[in-house]
């Protein structure tokens, strides 16, 4: 599961738009708001796109943001 704030904190550090961020990934502002949210997943491609564009530099890094465990309480 993606950690939204930590991503979406990225995304504003970096001095992007949703929709930028959207556009460069090839999908809608709708669609993107649905895999910030957990809702729908990001396929390899788009958390590469995103890596490279939010600078997501070491697999470490890449699994904060988009590989977030749940644990059940």
């Excluded at 904190?9 to 992007?16: K, Q, S, V, W």
Aim: net charge positive; hydrophobic share 40%.
């Amino acid at each position: 599961m993606v950690n939204t704030s930590k991503l979406e904190g990225r995304i504003r550090e970096c001095g992007y738009t949703m929709a930028f961020v959207a556009m460069q990934l090839g999908i809608s502002r709708q669609a993107f708001r649905l895999k910030r949210s957990g809702k729908r997943q990001f396929t390899g491609y788009e958390i590469k796109v995103l890596s490279d564009l939010l600078h997501i530099d070491s697999i470490e890094e890449m699994k904060d943001f988009f590989f977030e465990l749940s644990v059940a309480k």
